[in-house]
């Protein structure tokens, strides 16, 4: 067993491999005879379960010293989800078929989530429940609010009553913040983010982010619309 433990190339101390000596045995010479200080290494059960015990409490990758090792500091916890009532507090048409709908948390504690996540809505229409997920489009350096970009869609049963039946002091209830889609904390020098129509929405949550907490870092923002006029916030975004 003791040749497949310990690679040849390794030379380890004597006393790693000492055994209880046996009864009577003691170092030194009796009658001009040298006596052996330790027990040989037997086999049997006892003796291989004694030297297993002490090569595990000797060897750092089997127990021993490895149990006590400092652990280093982890990064800080990422926001936790929670269900929440959220009161919209304006409304604002970024474009003819898109509307920016703003919100707070009715308890006024101000929604930890990471630029680039999203909520899910919890919805009742017409007497149906639905559950529909939105990006935020804000930053989450601003406390004020949190923002979520909405498309009209043709025949889009929750898209098209959110752009109609959301007004400012409208409650509705969600859960979040979900996702790990995000550049935070740490982003990289060079930023690519790539985005089409209502795609962007979690990308300018990025930028905006980016620019707010004054980030070192580079972005190259390309982004597809149908016109010009198509832009969300385009003005911005330039």
Aim: aromatic share 8%.
């Amino acid at each position: 067993v003791l040749p497949d433990l310990i690679a040849p190339q390794q030379t380890w101390p004597r006393k790693l491999f000492q055994m209880r000596r046996e009864p009577g045995r003691q170092s030194g010479t009796q009658s001009g005879t040298p006596v052996d200080n330790q027990a040989p290494i037997q086999s049997g059960k006892q003796s291989g379960g004694t030297f297993v015990g002490k090569l595990a409490g000797k060897l750092p990758f089997m127990g021993g010293d490895a149990r006590r090792q400092p652990v280093g500091k982890l990064a800080a916890p990422a926001p936790g989800q929670r269900r929440f009532m959220a009161q919209c507090t304006e409304v604002i048409d970024a474009t003819a078929d898109v509307k920016a709908l703003r919100f707070v948390d009715q308890t006024g504690e101000a929604l930890d989530y990471l630029p680039g996540q999203f909520v899910t809505l919890e919805l009742e229409i017409a007497g149906q429940k639905v559950y529909r997920s939105y990006t935020m489009s804000s930053s989450p350096a601003n406390p004020a609010y949190f923002e979520l970009t909405v498309k009209r869609v043709d025949g889009g049963l929750v898209s098209n009553w959110l752009c109609d039946q959301i007004k400012p002091g409208t409650t509705l209830s969600m859960t979040g913040p979900h996702g790990q889609f995000t550049c935070a904390p740490k982003p990289r020098k060079k930023l690519l983010f790539l985005s089409a129509g209502s795609g962007v929405t979690p990308m300018l949550s990025m930028a905006r982010w980016v620019r707010d907490t004054q980030q070192d870092c580079d972005i190259v923002f390309f982004h597809c619309a149908r016109t010009s006029k198509d832009l969300i916030f385009g003005e911005e975004v330039a």
